[in-house]
Protein backbone atom coordinates (compact mmCIF):
# COMPACT_ATOMS: atom_id res chain seq x y z
CA UNK A 1 0.00 0.00 0.00
CA UNK A 2 3.11 2.56 0.82
CA UNK A 3 4.55 1.37 -2.15
CA UNK A 4 1.72 2.24 -4.37
CA UNK A 5 1.11 5.88 -2.50
CA UNK A 6 4.24 6.57 -3.44
CA UNK A 7 4.68 5.58 -7.40
CA UNK A 8 1.43 7.99 -7.26
CA UNK A 9 3.41 11.12 -5.67
CA UNK A 10 6.35 10.50 -8.06
CA UNK A 11 3.86 10.10 -11.36
CA UNK A 12 1.76 13.35 -10.22
CA UNK A 13 5.31 14.93 -9.54
CA UNK A 14 6.74 14.19 -13.18
CA UNK A 15 3.66 14.98 -14.64
CA UNK A 16 3.55 18.69 -13.08
CA UNK A 17 7.16 18.97 -13.51
CA UNK A 18 6.94 18.61 -17.25
CA UNK A 19 3.83 20.81 -17.31
CA UNK A 20 5.22 23.81 -15.30
CA UNK A 21 8.34 23.79 -16.81
CA UNK A 22 7.25 25.04 -20.17
CA UNK A 23 4.91 27.91 -17.96
CA UNK A 24 8.22 29.09 -16.39
CA UNK A 25 10.26 29.36 -19.47
CA UNK A 26 7.53 31.34 -21.39
CA UNK A 27 6.30 33.57 -17.95
CA UNK A 28 10.25 34.57 -17.66
CA UNK A 29 10.96 35.35 -21.38
CA UNK A 30 7.65 37.54 -21.27
CA UNK A 31 9.00 39.07 -18.23
CA UNK A 32 12.39 39.97 -19.45
CA UNK A 33 11.22 41.88 -22.41
CA UNK A 34 8.71 43.63 -20.63
CA UNK A 35 11.69 45.12 -18.74
CA UNK A 36 14.56 45.18 -21.62
CA UNK A 37 11.88 47.34 -23.32
CA UNK A 38 11.82 49.43 -20.04
CA UNK A 39 15.67 50.07 -20.13
CA UNK A 40 15.48 52.93 -23.22
CA UNK A 41 13.72 54.83 -20.67
CA UNK A 42 16.86 55.04 -18.01
CA UNK A 43 19.53 55.71 -20.55
CA UNK A 44 18.63 58.95 -20.46
CA UNK A 45 19.23 59.30 -16.38
CA UNK A 46 22.32 60.29 -15.53
CA UNK A 47 22.98 58.47 -12.96
CA UNK A 48 22.10 55.10 -13.98
CA UNK A 49 24.57 55.53 -16.90
CA UNK A 50 27.68 53.48 -14.62
CA UNK A 51 24.76 50.91 -13.83
CA UNK A 52 24.27 50.60 -17.08
CA UNK A 53 27.71 49.76 -17.80
CA UNK A 54 28.43 47.48 -15.12
CA UNK A 55 25.26 45.62 -15.88
CA UNK A 56 25.90 45.53 -19.44
CA UNK A 57 29.32 43.99 -18.75
CA UNK A 58 28.90 41.97 -15.98
CA UNK A 59 25.26 40.03 -18.43
CA UNK A 60 27.67 36.88 -18.95
CA UNK A 61 29.47 36.13 -15.54
CA UNK A 62 26.84 35.41 -12.73
CA UNK A 63 29.10 36.32 -9.65
CA UNK A 64 29.53 40.05 -11.39
CA UNK A 65 25.72 39.72 -10.77
CA UNK A 66 25.74 38.94 -7.21
CA UNK A 67 28.78 41.30 -6.63
CA UNK A 68 26.53 44.17 -8.43
CA UNK A 69 23.73 43.59 -5.96
CA UNK A 70 25.36 43.81 -2.92
CA UNK A 71 27.28 46.98 -3.77
CA UNK A 72 24.04 48.99 -5.28
CA UNK A 73 22.87 51.06 -2.54
CA UNK A 74 19.91 52.43 -4.80
CA UNK A 75 16.87 50.00 -6.78
CA UNK A 76 17.01 50.16 -10.22
CA UNK A 77 16.03 48.99 -13.67
CA UNK A 78 19.46 46.53 -13.28
CA UNK A 79 19.65 45.63 -9.67
CA UNK A 80 16.37 43.99 -10.80
CA UNK A 81 17.37 42.54 -14.05
CA UNK A 82 20.67 41.31 -11.67
CA UNK A 83 18.12 39.78 -9.16
CA UNK A 84 16.27 38.62 -12.49
CA UNK A 85 18.89 36.74 -13.37
CA UNK A 86 20.19 35.40 -9.84
CA UNK A 87 17.03 33.53 -9.63
CA UNK A 88 17.31 31.51 -12.99
CA UNK A 89 20.05 30.79 -12.08
CA UNK A 90 19.01 29.22 -8.59
CA UNK A 91 16.39 27.94 -10.15
CA UNK A 92 18.01 25.84 -12.79
CA UNK A 93 20.24 25.03 -9.64
CA UNK A 94 16.89 23.90 -8.08
CA UNK A 95 17.97 26.47 -5.17
CA UNK A 96 13.97 27.44 -4.65
CA UNK A 97 14.44 28.27 -0.99
CA UNK A 98 17.05 31.39 -2.17
CA UNK A 99 15.07 32.11 -5.59
CA UNK A 100 12.07 32.80 -3.02
CA UNK A 101 13.74 35.19 -0.90
CA UNK A 102 14.86 36.96 -3.85
CA UNK A 103 11.67 37.22 -5.29
CA UNK A 104 10.37 38.64 -1.68
CA UNK A 105 13.17 40.95 -1.44
CA UNK A 106 12.44 42.22 -5.27
CA UNK A 107 8.18 43.00 -4.47
CA UNK A 108 8.74 44.80 -0.99
CA UNK A 109 12.04 46.69 -2.45
CA UNK A 110 11.13 47.60 -5.84
CA UNK A 111 8.58 50.15 -6.65
CA UNK A 112 6.80 48.00 -9.13
CA UNK A 113 3.40 48.99 -11.60
CA UNK A 114 0.68 46.41 -11.01
CA UNK A 115 2.55 45.24 -14.77
CA UNK A 116 5.57 44.50 -13.19
CA UNK A 117 4.31 43.48 -9.89
CA UNK A 118 2.16 40.89 -11.47
CA UNK A 119 4.28 39.47 -13.62
CA UNK A 120 7.53 38.60 -11.06
CA UNK A 121 4.75 37.45 -8.43
CA UNK A 122 3.13 34.73 -11.25
CA UNK A 123 6.76 33.58 -11.96
CA UNK A 124 7.48 32.91 -8.53
CA UNK A 125 4.30 31.30 -7.79
CA UNK A 126 4.78 29.04 -10.66
CA UNK A 127 8.20 28.24 -9.36
CA UNK A 128 6.99 27.78 -6.34
CA UNK A 129 4.73 25.24 -7.31
CA UNK A 130 7.26 23.26 -9.13
CA UNK A 131 9.51 23.45 -5.70
CA UNK A 132 6.53 21.94 -4.08
CA UNK A 133 6.58 18.30 -5.76
CA UNK A 134 10.56 18.64 -6.69
CA UNK A 135 11.23 18.91 -2.80
CA UNK A 136 7.60 17.24 -1.79
CA UNK A 137 7.04 20.17 0.85
CA UNK A 138 4.45 21.82 2.02
CA UNK A 139 6.88 25.17 3.40
CA UNK A 140 6.73 27.14 0.16
CA UNK A 141 2.43 26.95 -0.13
CA UNK A 142 1.96 30.15 2.10
CA UNK A 143 4.28 32.15 0.34
CA UNK A 144 2.57 30.91 -3.21
CA UNK A 145 -0.87 32.38 -1.81
CA UNK A 146 0.76 35.54 -1.18
CA UNK A 147 2.63 36.09 -4.40
CA UNK A 148 -1.08 34.76 -6.26
CA UNK A 149 -2.85 37.48 -4.32
CA UNK A 150 -0.16 40.13 -5.71
CA UNK A 151 -1.32 39.68 -9.21
CA UNK A 152 -3.70 42.26 -10.28
CA UNK A 153 -7.25 41.46 -10.68
CA UNK A 154 -7.50 45.12 -13.13
CA UNK A 155 -4.81 43.32 -15.80
CA UNK A 156 -6.72 41.25 -18.22
CA UNK A 157 -4.04 39.49 -20.09
CA UNK A 158 -3.41 38.13 -15.76
CA UNK A 159 -6.73 37.23 -15.22
CA UNK A 160 -5.93 33.85 -16.66
CA UNK A 161 -2.91 33.20 -14.93
CA UNK A 162 -3.82 34.53 -11.94
CA UNK A 163 -7.00 31.80 -11.77
CA UNK A 164 -4.35 28.73 -13.27
CA UNK A 165 -2.43 29.63 -10.47
CA UNK A 166 -5.29 29.07 -8.22
CA UNK A 167 -6.32 25.80 -9.01
CA UNK A 168 -2.35 24.47 -9.47
CA UNK A 169 -1.64 25.76 -5.65
CA UNK A 170 -4.95 23.52 -4.71
CA UNK A 171 -3.97 20.72 -6.67
CA UNK A 172 -0.33 20.72 -5.21
CA UNK A 173 -1.99 21.25 -1.54
CA UNK A 174 -3.90 18.11 -1.97
CA UNK A 175 -0.79 15.86 -3.09
CA UNK A 176 1.80 16.81 -0.69
CA UNK A 177 -1.58 16.22 1.66
CA UNK A 178 -2.31 12.76 0.25
CA UNK A 179 -5.77 14.00 0.13
CA UNK A 180 -8.29 12.78 -2.38
CA UNK A 181 -8.82 15.24 -5.38
CA UNK A 182 -12.10 14.16 -6.24
CA UNK A 183 -13.62 14.47 -3.16
CA UNK A 184 -12.70 18.02 -2.55
CA UNK A 185 -14.95 20.81 -3.57
CA UNK A 186 -13.20 23.78 -3.23
CA UNK A 187 -10.61 22.54 -6.15
CA UNK A 188 -13.56 21.05 -8.40
CA UNK A 189 -15.35 24.21 -8.14
CA UNK A 190 -12.37 26.11 -9.26
CA UNK A 191 -12.12 23.96 -11.93
CA UNK A 192 -15.70 24.31 -13.34
CA UNK A 193 -14.85 28.14 -13.05
CA UNK A 194 -12.09 28.31 -14.89
CA UNK A 195 -13.79 25.86 -17.49
CA UNK A 196 -17.07 27.64 -18.16
CA UNK A 197 -15.65 31.07 -17.92
CA UNK A 198 -15.39 33.14 -21.12
CA UNK A 199 -12.23 35.44 -19.85
CA UNK A 200 -9.65 32.48 -19.19
CA UNK A 201 -7.77 31.38 -22.32
CA UNK A 202 -8.18 27.84 -24.38
CA UNK A 203 -4.54 27.14 -23.89
CA UNK A 204 -4.89 27.45 -19.88
CA UNK A 205 -8.16 25.95 -20.11
CA UNK A 206 -6.68 22.78 -21.91
CA UNK A 207 -3.81 23.04 -19.86
CA UNK A 208 -5.93 22.95 -16.32
CA UNK A 209 -8.50 20.04 -18.45
CA UNK A 210 -5.46 17.73 -18.42
CA UNK A 211 -4.52 17.89 -14.56
CA UNK A 212 -7.75 17.43 -13.89
CA UNK A 213 -8.29 14.32 -15.67
CA UNK A 214 -5.02 12.68 -14.32
CA UNK A 215 -5.76 13.53 -10.88
CA UNK A 216 -9.49 11.49 -11.38
CA UNK A 217 -7.63 8.78 -13.20
CA UNK A 218 -4.60 8.19 -11.27
Do not use: C, G, P, W
Request: charged letters at 25%; hydrophobic letters at 40%; glycine letters at 0%.
Amino acid sequence: MQENQNNIIKTAQLFFLNNLKYILILSITTLSIFIIFQIYNYFQIKELKKTSIEFFNSIEDNDSFVKMIESQKNKNIYSLLSNLKIIQKNNIENKFMDSNKIYKDIISSYELDNLYLSSISAHAAYTLINATYYENTNKYLKDILIYIDKISDDLESYYSIKNELIYLLQVAEIDINKEEYKNNTNVLQVYTNIINSDLISSQIKERVKKIHEFQLYK
